[in-house]
């Protein structure tokens, strides 16, 4: 299934990139590293904006640059969604949209205009001024126009790093949405954890213009031997089902294979798949279940391994019943007081689950 | 006293000509230039900026050595048919072309620089071929910097002297632009002449650049973001 093909051997002045790794021809897969660590050269030789010495790129069968031939961009059926939306200035919202969609041979058109448009609520600005919109209302536009190409790899250089928080907020969910509606695999960089535990389903982490790691992004946020797992924020990703609404407590339960954790109540159907998001920081261990607390969610849990963060704090990761795993942030003294060792069986209290989709 | 208007219509023609040819000819280089990380890129640029500095009897001097009969140029035209260009039109609008070259190719180079990489390469990724994407993205979004550099050419131009008197001389019709007429009426004293001319060059400039400001102000205006 890995279609995403990508060996990249470049140097840019003093940054000596050599990145290799696959990816499954389909969802999101989050190029995740810090800044410097060579996501976007990474981003810009897939794209064919830089031109690696040496490469191999090759997607879903189709080869775009190996040892003899180097596809130049306009070639290459992309959509690139750039860090500033840079849509132009001398151009309306509506001409902006039309400049890749006229470019495409009428028989490659796959997307139409108006899905786009009403997917990420744009129709409204469609006469309006370029420079006259919004940060949020211009990454829009940007991601419509990028799609109205109908392209067979979407390129995201973080998208959403240059607006603000609410901004943002708006945003995620057209982002979610564009993926469950259209299914482009797409390139996603990002340096923040919390984008890639909402948006990735496979991950590869870049460090130093290498890639260290790379497989599902639930797995990876919570491998204690990478550095996502030491960000204050550091997170699970738990994969489940909806199983019930409780109407009088105003809670919907998302069942995991045996166990079930509730969030506040979404309108969604029962039997819908969703993702949920627990911060390590939001999960204290205990040796017995107990009935005689506020928390609602428990979970019992085996003990994989640790690893101190801090002077005063350990990371503990855990695996579910059904396999998947837990991230929890304790104190060093809790630790060693409640003896944990791997292989342990505890319970986890989970004070708060966030659901993303 | 009758006005004389044949220096007034030769000097538009000869305006005109250069900046036109100029605009094609001062896109590419000032392109390259804006573009390129070549090591003789800076040697480049000096060569472009020298008819700023140079005295323009320099400038012509060599142009006439160039441009004689048995000069490089000269013999060139010559196996073209074209005659020798010396004391005509044609060697005026190749001199011109010269000296007002870095009035061109800098506001342009400035205004791609500006400009920077990112339009091209969202046209680009937008499947829109080199080409395709300077004519689209480049030369909308760089149109002030085209008003700079064809007004300043056009200004530049009406106002040479030094190059004009070296290669093209003082034939009514042929190479008698405005300046050398001035000068002609100064020499023989014909004050009301020179004062008629002179006064209109001095409107005609001052109008030129008033509107290139206006017109560039409004343009930088409209497209802020």
Known sequence: MSSIEIRLKHRFGDFEMDVAFDAPGQGVTALFGRSGSGKTSVLRAVAGLERARQGLVRINGEVWQDGERFLPVHRRPIGYVFQEASLFPHLSVRKNLEYGLHRVAEGQRQIPFQDVVELLGISSLLTRATPRLSGGERQRVAIARALLTSPRLLLMDEPLSALDHAAKQTIMPYLERLHDEFAIPSLYVSHDPNEVARLADHMVVLDAGRATAQGEAAQLLTRLDLPLSTYDDASALLEGFVSSHDHSYHLTWISLQGNRVAVPREDLPVGRHARVQIQARDVSLSIRAHADTSILNILPVRVIDTRDISLTQVLVRLALEDGQTLLSRITRRSAIGMGIHEGMQLYAQVKSVALLS | ?225
């Open chain 2, 1 to 225: 006293m009758t006005f004389d208007w044949q220096p007034v219509w030769l000097t538009l023609k000869l305006a005109s000509t250069t900046t036109l040819l100029l605009l094609i000819i001062g896109t590419p280089i000032a392109w390259w230039l804006a573009r390129t990380h070549a090591w003789y890129k800076q040697a480049l640029s000096a060569v472009v900026a020298l008819p700023l500095v140079l005295p323009p009897t320099v400038l012509g001097f060599y142009l006439l050595i160039m441009l004689a009969p048995d000069g490089p140029v000269g013999q060139l035209t010559q196996a073209l048919g074209m005659g020798t260009l010396p004391f005509t039109f044609g060697g005026l609008v190749f001199a011109s072309v010269l000296y007002s070259l870095p009035f061109v190719v800098q506001p342009l180079q400035n205004a791609f620089e500006a400009l920077g990489p990112r339009p091209a390469e969202v046209a680009a990724t937008l499947r829109a071929s080199p080409w395709d994407r300077f004519m689209t993205v480049v030369i909308p979004l760089a149109r002030p910097g085209f008003l700079t550099a064809a007004v300043l050419c056009f200004a530049h131009t009406v106002g040479e002297f030094g190059v004009v008197l070296m290669i093209g001389g003082n034939i009514p019709g042929e190479t008698r632009v405005l300046s050398v007429a001035i000068y002609d009426y100064v020499e023989t004293l014909d004050y009301g002449q020179a004062h008629l001319l002179a006064a209109g060059m001095l409107a005609f400039s001052f109008l030129v650049l008033m509107t290139l400001y206006l017109v560039n102000g409004r343009i930088s205006r409209s497209h802020q973001p």
